[in-house]
């Protein structure tokens, strides 16, 4: 797993510093959450990159999995950084990092154990801000195809004449 680096201006000495690859179109002064080892940025124009931290960490805890990369779980999280959404992600984050604080941690982000982030999790977890992210990550993250071979799902097989003429029992992991 990663760590998730968050940056409030952006210059090319921080840039080359924290030897993160980011696209060059970035403007100077963005807003932006970069992984501290893999080649990935997301620009974040209306929630902070600590609160789209935040998320992208509460995301990869509802739904574990060590194949793979947080990039996958960013872009399952993106459509939260909008307008409509301004309000009540600060509100979930703030609430989330509360619960930490309340666990004795700073905020959640700071919490390095998953067993840990998985039991401030279960504090809010009939939230309103909770069911909605877990609710959406099941499609958000999941619906991306280039995440499917990593869980040897072959796509829809209607196309390729059905289930039953295209090897319905191939997958060697079950």
């Known amino acids: 797993m990663n760590k998730i680096i968050t940056h409030k201006t952006l210059s090319r ?15 100077v002064g ?3 959450v970069a992984a501290s080892t ?3 940025a997301m620009e974040t124009k209306q929630v902070s990159p600590q609160e789209m931290a935040t998320l992208i960490q509460m995301a990869r805890d509802i739904y574990p999995h ?3 990369s947080d990039e996958f779980y960013a872009r399952a999280v993106k459509g939260y950084d909008s307008e409509e959404f301004k309000q009540k992600i600060s509100d979930g984050v703030a609430a989330l990092n509360s619960a930490a604080q309340g666990a004795g941690f700073n905020d959640y982000l700071s919490v390095q154990w998953e067993a840990d982030r998985v039991a401030i999790l279960k504090t809010v977890e009939n939230s309103a801000f909770f069911q ?14 280039g995440l499917w071979p990593l869980f040897g799902y072959e796509g829809e097989s209607y196309t390729k004449g059905g289930y039953l003429s295209h090897g319905f029992d191939d997958i060697k992991w079950i």
């Open 66 to 68: 060590n194949h793979v």
């Open 38 to 40: 893999a080649a990935w």
């Open 13 to 27: 000495r921080s840039l080359l510093k924290s030897a993160v690859a980011v696209s060059a179109g970035l403007a």
């Open 30 to 32: 963005t807003s932006f």
């Open 132 to 145: 909605t992210i877990r609710g959406n990550l099941i499609t958000g993250l999941y619906n991306q195809k």
